[in-house]
């Protein structure tokens, strides 16, 4: 901790892939050991970094996981096999919607009076910190924005949620030209099993007629662009609100 704290203070960037190794390979290590020290009684209130410091060199942490994983992908030769992630252990500490949620009627309660501005704060945080939740960091700052001063806060999350699942999806089928009913179909059967289901006929019957004198490789291409579309998308709203029939 000592290390992590001198070498790598909050608030400097990490400069030249060497130093970010380290830092990875460091951080790593501080993850494993808390997961062990969290089952032990005598640990409780000696942590060493505060929640706050927590959440933000887990925020560094995924924020290079993110650009590793983008290099790897543009550069298919390119092998991190020397870069290991402790992912899992992240996710074992990260916050849940609920808790934002919590924090979003906190920042209602108290807009205006100087404190909303430090609950709005901490919700970036938390959501940085997330693994899950980073990739929907628009869609609580867009709620965040437009939260009322009445109603209920689950109610209104889940209104906004399917208000935007709705706009977004319709943007892609638009976009494809997919038929509608079977790609609400499709993605409803997603969000109730848990994943996309990348094979079988239920994704053929999603995507428009092929004439056939289009090129033989044309099905397969608008196929695979299809699925990595519905992909991020379901990736983007799920665990966020149930899903129309679950």
Do not use: C, H
Not at 10 to 35: C, D, M, Y
Not at 107 to 122: F, L, N
């Amino acid at each position: 901790m000592d290390e992590l704290l001198t070498a790598y203070p909050l608030g400097t960037s990490i400069v030249g892939e060497s130093a970010q190794k380290e830092f990875i390979a460091l951080f790593g290590t501080v993850l494993r050991l808390q997961n062990i020290l969290t089952s032990v009684d005598e640990f409780a209130g000696k942590e060493i970094l505060t929640d706050r410091q927590g959440q933000d060199y887990r925020s560094v942490y995924l924020d290079l996981y993110a650009e590793f994983r983008k290099e790897k992908t543009a550069d298919k030769q390119q092998i991190n096999d020397d870069i290991v992630f402790e992912i899992e252990l992240i996710k074992q500490v990260e916050i849940k919607v609920d808790y934002v949620l919590m924090l979003a009627q906190k920042y209602r309660a108290q807009r205006g009076d100087g404190e909303d501005k430090e609950i709005r704060a901490e919700i970036t945080r938390a959501v940085d910190a997330s693994p899950t939740l980073r990739n929907k960091k628009d869609l609580v700052e867009a709620f965040i924005d437009r939260v009322s001063i009445t109603g209920e806060i689950d109610e209104d999350w889940r209104a906004f949620i399917e208000e935007r699942r709705e706009s977004e999806l319709e943007k892609i089928i638009e976009a494809e030209n997919l038929r509608p009913d079977a790609t609400r179909t499709f993605v409803d059967m997603a969000f109730a099993d848990g994943s996309i289901q990348i094979a079988g006929p239920a994704i053929t019957r999603v995507l428009p007629p092929v004439s056939r004198f289009a090129p033989s490789g044309g099905l397969g291409e608008k196929k695979q662009r299809v699925l990595e579309k519905l992909g991020e998308y379901f990736d983007r709203f799920f665990g966020l609100s149930s899903a129309r029939n679950s």
